[in-house]
């Protein structure tokens, strides 16, 4: 067990160097000049450049990476050009927002999907299926924003029982704080369930129709128990990798839910920074979600491991 | 010399009232008060004694302050304390009045900020610190009297002192601040005594006062900007306002407290102030009706019939301050034939655009004066209305019966602005001329049109701008780098009733010049002008003692919540 983490690791160290090299080449080429971007189109252009000079964007690319990666090791993230706070600063100030509502949000999709993938794919073909699948695929085909907005309206302006966006921090007011992520979760779990569940669901079927499934049946087992001791377990193991690959995708959906919600999560500052050439903060982030990715890929492969134990001793 | 300001430059509308003819008096500027009087224009008493200086002043008398917000009746007994939330749109940048550049900050700073002078809810100005000032006769010696027993929330007080401190930071190269443009012309501040400061001008400048009502003029504790690093003061400034800041969270919210010291006993009376940052229009709205912020400015028309319907909502008008236009670029041809120019604004139905854009909520404009600023706006002003007839006419006598095609017409932005260039092209199809639109990203088209002179033709606008000089010298003044065509294509008399406009401290002479520049600039079409909206600013009913302002600089002295 120990070579094979040894050796993961070995193979993610180069990875993480071309993120960041892909990371911070990719930012210039954004449209636009930050520098207008910080003074307004109508600076004086004498102005301009003094601030280009300021923020080191001319000296050449490879100088501006050497000394943006010797910082991040040092810790110096930079600055964000916007609201001058240190980078590292704010993504601390941040993460917390992104990741109750990325954790929670990842919990209640594995809650909805592995249920009904594992309900649907034991009654295969029949009403109950066709409603589960339904339910999932509600999630995907009806875009998040619109859903957002639309519970927001329901729940805020109507019934008046949440409130209508903002963040409480749950050390600050754990009540509040549940109102306030009470939506959010659930539009980031309901669409990311529909993915899983369809995975789950056809895994299983594969896996149910195994002989020793029927062993398991002819034993005289519940059904309960032959789904989950059994069949979970072995058909869990393509589930995983489409939940690695979730990761990825459900950072990307946090920037969405976070700007529309208005919660000051790292999402948000990333879609602020894009939208604002807030070059520093955009390297931070993508560092930051390059980190994270490769870190849920180690994840995965250490828990295949776990699961299957032939794939450990290769 | 440069006469013509970049930005912010802000008539001086009451200062007429009195003014120049009469050697007139200083009445006593009237402070503002929390109880209930109704402000009176003062009569011009006596002659006021000229300060020890070589050059004769003449006092210019100072307007009586009217921005005073709603005062309650007598009577009504006023709850202290709570939270008044509001919205905006998105985090800012700077809070250091010297250094913001962005639009929304404004809104955040003004409500711990206070200026010299204030703006007025037609876009005038009014004495705050400065409780009066004077102009020497040959129009370069600005002096300001100020108000004392002032102090900043770290407790230094204002005076003269901290005023110079703030003029010589805003003109300090090293500082960087944008405001250095618009007070080119102060060449100095000297202090006089502990509550009077003069500004020695290179040459009579009557924009300087304009500038000092709004970001130029927000005056920050010179003990705190020395103490505190560049980074850290911007984000967490010191004046001398109402509230002061308690705390921000990046993208959440920045809350005020209320500052005990003010130097108006007894005010305010909220306790906190919220700026909270919803981006999402439509969450914004849901935010508003479900009680979650009690002022906002209605982000979308379409909101607009709920808000009306729903009780206890009090909507208030604000027309912008800036116009929308249509250009078309003098370099290219067929643009540098006035008659084509004269055609395209005959062929558009302002009317008809207005119901497609704005259901109606917008004003017509034939010149680049909005209705927002009062004192200056002519609504009997239109010229080269709507006439399909004449406008075939003149696109024939110039050569293109037919009409032609012009590629690519740039433009930016989201929902409303894409109806109205479509209605555009849809109107000059009409008359045989066929726009191809080209949506590009804002920072682009505005580069690539005002600043290259690249595109033959743009849809744009300008604003919002409290000073009404900004709005006419920045695009149509021989000067400006914005003004596409360069100084060759200017008429001739603008640049001269421009400079002599932005001299002028009486407000009605002043009106009269822009009209005659408006004229100027409308007879040689250098604009295709559209229209100005209106924008509405909701707030719940039991906010007390609130008034709203065209630029949303919310003053909320006076203001209290009634439950």
Known sequence: MKRFLVRRLLFYLPVMLLVTIIVFSLVFLLPGDPAVMLLGEEADPKLLELYRKELGLDRPIPVQYAAWLGGVFTGDWGRSLRTQEKILVELRNRLPVTLQLGLLGFALSLLIAIPIGMFTASRPNTVGDTAGTLFAIGGVAIPDFWAAVMLIYLFAVILGWLPAGGYVGFFDDPVQNMKTMALPVFVLGFEQSAGVMRQTRSSMLDVLRQDYIRTAHAKGLGESVVLVRHALKNAFIPVLTILGLRVAIMLGRTAIIETIFGLPGVGRFAVTGVTQLDLPVVQGVLLLSGTVVILANLATDILYGFLDPRIRYT | MKLWLFRRTLPLSLLAASALGVAGACGPAEQPTPTATPARIPTPTAVVAPTPTSAPVVAVATPTPTRTPTPTPVGVQIKRGGTLRFRIEGDVRNMDSLLSTAGGEQAVMTILYENPVRSTRDLGL?????????????????????????????????????????????LDPKVGSIQAPLLQQVEAAEVVDDSTLRLRLKNPDATVLGVLADRGGMISSPTAVRATAKEEYTRRPVGSGIFKIKDRVSDSHITYERFPSYWQQGLPYLDQVTARIISDPSVATAAFRSGGIENFVVPQATDLPVLEKTQGVNLSGLPWPGFWYFAVNPTVKPFGDPRVRKAISMAIDRNALMQVAYGGRATPLYGPIPPAFGWAYDPAFKKYDYNLAEAKRL?????????????????????????????????????????????????????????????????????????????????????????????????????????????????????????????????????????????????????????????????????????
């Open chain 2, 395 to 563: 696109l024939a006598e110039a050569g293109y019966p037919n009409g032609f095609t012009v590629s690519p017409v740039v433009w930016f932005g989201g929902a409303e602005r894409k109806s109205v260039i479509e209605a555009i092209a849809a109107m000059l199809g009409q008359v045989g001329i066929k726009l191809d639109l080209l949506l590009v990203q804002s920072a682009v088209a505005s580069k690539g049109y005002l600043v290259d002179w690249q595109y033959p033709a743009y849809y744009s606008g300008v604003g919002p701008r409290p000073e009404l000089h900004v709005i006419m010298a920045e695009h149509f003044h021989p000067d400006s780098p914005k003004t596409v065509g360069g100084p060759a294509i200017v008429p001739a008399g603008l640049r001269e009733a421009l400079d002599k406009a932005a001299q002028t401290y009486d407000s009605k002479e002043r009106g009269a010049l822009y009209r005659k520049a408006q004229d100027i600039i409308v007879e040689d079409m250098m604009r295709i002008f559209l229209y100005s909206q209106t924008e509405y600013e909701a707030t719940w009913a039991y906010v007390k003692g609130y008034t709203s302002h065209p630029s949303a600089l919310r003053n909320f002295a006076q203001t209290w919540l009634d439950r």
């Open chain 2, 126 to 170: 009014e004495p705050w610190l400065a409780k009066s000032w004077e102009v020497s006769t040959d129009g370069k010696a600005l002096t300001l009297r100020l108000q004392t027993g002032v102090k900043f929330h770290d407790g230094t007080p204002f005076n003269a002192a901290a005023l110079k401190f703030h003029f010589d930071r805003a």
